[in-house]
């Protein structure tokens, strides 16, 4: 019974942990960029887009399809920043835990 108490202890330390560093990858702001920084993205720790700047030079009739690509591929650099940065987070609160390949916190 002293062991299953221990690990009782153990689960809801394990969970405190796990709510703060959710909390902390929700409150993470991550930047990606295309076109050598003509476009920029800001993407919450979730993945939602919540910044967009653009720079006045590709404002030109004839770039929309090279400008609607690059806003494409600054919002793919911004999430796999995070996620890269949420999987570094979780790594260190699932140290030691047998957890299946590609398994991914918090999403």
């Known amino acids: 019974m002293k062991d299953l108490m221990g690990m009782m202890g153990k689960v809801k330390e394990m969970q405190a942990k796990m709510e703060k560093v959710q909390a902390e990858i929700a409150a993470m702001s991550i930047e990606g960029k295309a076109g050598g920084g003509l476009v920029t ?3 919450d720790g979730k993945g939602h887009l919540t910044a967009l700047k653009i720079d006045p030079s590709l404002f030109k009739e004839d770039d929309v399809e090279i400008l609607e690509d690059l806003i494409v591929a600054a919002h793919k ?3 796999d920043k995070g996620e890269a940065q949420a999987q570094e987070k979780m790594a260190t609160l699932t140290a ?12």
Request: glycine share 12%; net charge positive.
């Open 96 to 107: 030691g835990m047998p957890l299946p390949p590609g398994m991914k916190f918090p999403f």
């Open 41 to 43: 993205v800001v993407l």
């Open 77 to 79: 650099d911004a999430k």
